[in-house]
Nanobody, 122 residues
């Protein structure tokens, strides 16, 4: 089970930190990714991190601005979002899958948290 939190309203150029809390004894066995969905658009991959936190991948649209990290002891995955832009406005979801790869395709993730709204004003 996953639970995303940390969304809100922020001005362009500001920062937010999202958190995805997992449950279960084997959270550290799962790769975790963040996706987002803007109104009228499909869900897109933003960032993903492998089970140990040693490897991360980012969409080009957020590379250099967003950082994904995880704390397996606390069973959380964070997404630090800096230099936010109005086009970052979307509902953000965390998702998990067992195993090593961190794919950028939503269909590869069987476990999803509820979304958290991020709104960036200009």
């Amino acid at each position: 089970q996953l639970q995303a939190s940390g969304g809100g309203l922020v001005q362009a150029g500001g920062s937010l930190r999202l958190s995805c809390a997992g449950s279960g004894r084997t959270f550290s066995d799962y790769a975790v990714a963040w996706f987002r969905q803007a109104i009228g658009k499909g869900r897109e991959f933003i960032a993903g991190i492998n089970w140990s936190g040693a490897s991360a991948d980012y969409a080009d649209t957020v590379k250099g601005r967003f950082t994904i990290s995880r704390d397996n002891g606390k069973k959380t995955v964070g997404l630090q979002m800096n230099s936010l832009k109005p086009e970052d406005t979307a509902v953000y979801y965390c998702a998990a899958r067992w195993g090593v790869p961190v794919p950028d395709t939503e269909s590869r993730y069987p476990y999803w948290g509820q979304g958290t709204q991020v709104t960036v004003s200009s």
